[in-house]
Antibody, heavy 119, light 107 residues
Framework: EVQLVETGGGLIQPGGSLRLSCAAS????????MTWVRQAPGKGLEWVSV???????YYADAVKGRFTISRDNSKNTLYLQMNSLRAEDTAVYYC?????????????WGQGTLVTVSS | DIQMTQSPSSLSASVGDRVTITCRAS??????LNWYQQKPGKAPKLLIY???SLQSGVPSRFSGSGSGTDFTLTISSLQPEDFAAYYC?????????FGQGTKVEIK
């Protein structure tokens, strides 16, 4: 059974750093593309970052230069390193598995972890 | 970046109603369009991929159509468990932007 479990969220002051983890089971993280999506309180879904099976990474403009996506193949875990955090980064962060069939889509999602950036 | 615009942003409907949600892309995305359902406090759930393919386990009352820039999600007969938010997502470009969402509420 495919499962994704995010951890690492919490309350952090503006300018601080936080690392989110997404532990995967039932499949191999490095064989798929993996995505981070966030949702600010009461708002819609916002695509944040992707890492492809080959290791290429991409970021939304809002986080480029501050966030880094990575994975540890030995732990089958995805990460999101978040630096220089701002109030507008406050959100529930979801990791999701991507599949590429006829077109790419996100078929499994974690339960999310809440990041609150506030002084 | 490709922008996705959904309409309406919210709607009220009754059980048994036929509901249609539209999603428009700022440029042609072929059929690189997915639909997700999200209930309060829960993670999104994939409903439709490649514009019209039903994800395994999703009830057949959900259907998707469209290509190019205009897409539609239809619920043929709204059920109590369908009251939720719905999001479209394009995966034509690497930055897989979502629409702003449509909240389906009980009339």
């Amino acid at each position: 059974e495919v499962q994704l479990v995010e951890t690492g969220g919490g309350l952090i002051q503006p300018g601080g750093s936080l690392r989110l983890s997404c532990a995967a089971s039932g499949f191999t993280v490095s064989s798929n593309y993996m995505t981070w999506v966030r949702q600010a309180p009461g708002k819609g879904l916002e695509w944040v970052s992707v890492i492809y099976s080959g290791g290429s990474t991409y970021y939304a403009d809002a986080v480029k230069g501050r966030f880094t996506i990575s994975r540890d193949n030995s732990k089958n875990t995805l990460y999101l390193q978040m630096n220089s955090l701002r109030a507008e980064d406050t959100a529930v962060y979801y990791c999701a598995r991507g599949l590429v069939g006829a077109t790419p889509f996100l078929d499994y999602w974690g339960q999310g972890t809440l990041v609150t950036v506030s002084s | 970046d490709i922008q996705m615009t959904q309409s309406p942003s919210s709607l009220s409907a009754s059980v048994g109603d036929r509901v249609t949600i539209t999603c428009r892309a700022s440029q042609s995305i072929s059929t690189y369009l997915n639909w997700y359902q999200q209930k309060p406090g829960k993670a999104p759930k994939l409903l439709i991929y490649a514009a019209s393919s039903l994800q395994s386990g999703v009830p057949s009352r959900f259907s998707g159509s469209g290509s190019g820039t205009d897409f539609t999600l239809t619920i043929s007969s709204l059920q109590p468990e369908d009251f939720a938010a719905y999001y479209c997502q394009q995966t034509y470009s690497i930055l897989g932007m979502f629409g702003q969402g449509t909240k389906v509420e009980i009339k």
